[in-house]
């Protein structure tokens, strides 16, 4: 969910000729695997991984998988989910990238477009209508199912979970076939490069779809390491595997893809109103449209930025229209590196009835929902509107502010 800088780069254009420029530029190799390009220890667990995936793929051939991917898919969920499909192809399974929600950053749509990313949306009617038995089984890819609105329904039609491949904290207790969680690596990228480097699939540079979803990988490994500033070795030596079928001018694309215009405005409430203390930047930015969600981590990494600030959390209610649905959202990021935003997300926000907390998050970042109940749905009075956000923007200030904490000047996280 990381994303650039404020660009001010003129809007992208799509060159259909791509794949021919950047054939030519590059030297063309049939990648043999490089199998000294990775730790030891992750020689070890990678190899021991591959045979077993190996085995499970077997079994499973000539099935058709559901790989369901959190409702806002990111970078990483999206590439590591492309060569997943080309890992499972192998094996004649056919597997049907979906996810939920929505594609909400402006360089993941330009990710998917450009590359031609093979992922599709369902809608809330699509997840009723769907006839669930072309499906043997289902996958979770950089998530385990419960950033997904499509595992009750992979549930409910008693779909079995064949693979997960997730770098997130254990959510539970997981039934599946084959688990490769590895929460000390930054991206789920760079564990299916190493399964990549292994040889589970051999890349080429001259078809082009290798060499594109090896750029989405570069994306999504770039993506969730901050722009490789929080890359550690492993993610390095995936990155320079990567870089043999990379292209570079591709991904420059992707970077540089705009935003719209309704995002630039929630940036900019989220500067008019946001309130400083403690070296925290707090600013809830009101209502905005589902396909809009994605301003508010944009905002929150626009903020953080600011001189004397190093946590930012910008919140606001986001709306579907077509399904009367509200929820507030928020985005947390830090520079901090004695703040732990999973600690501080649970810690601010606490848990529902059931005893699901409203968010977490990983290192440096952080989101929450939090659902309106009866509260929620659209209403033609604006005043009412008006005192509708005015609460929730109250409670939220109230709960961040317990802890930010300044009498002592001391931030609590625990
Ligand atoms: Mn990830």
Known sequence: MDSAPVSTEPEITFP??????????????SAKPL?????????TLTDQKVDEIRRVLEKHRGQRHLVALQD?????ALSCAW???LIAQQYDIRCDIVYAGALSHQENIALVRLTGLPAQRWTPQTLKDKDWSLYQGCVFIDNQGTTTQLMPYAEQAGLPIVVVIDHHMAQGELQAEFVD???????TSTILTQYLQVGLL?????NSEHVKCATALMHGLRSDTNRLMQAQEEDFLAAAYLSRFNDAQLLNSVLHASRSKRVMDVIERSLRNRVLQNNFSIAGVGYLRYDDRDAIPQ????????ENVHTAVVYGIVHDEDEELEVVIGSLRTSKITLDPDEFIKEAFGQDAQGRFFGGGRSMAGGFEIPMGFLSGFNENSEYTRMKWEVFDAQIKQKLFRLINPENDIISTV
């Open 72 to 76: 806002f898919p990111d970078p990483d």
């Open 16 to 29: 259909e000729s791509y794949d021919a420029q950047a054939r030519l530029s590059r030297e063309t190799t």
């Open 83 to 85: 060569a997943y499909k």
């Open 35 to 43: 199998q000294g390009w990775m730790t030891s220890q992750a020689r």
């Open 299 to 306: 905002a929150a990494d626009f903020l953080v930025t600011e």
């Open 181 to 187: 969680l590895r929460p000390q690596v930054r991206a």
């Open 202 to 206: 051999n890349l080429n540079t001259n």
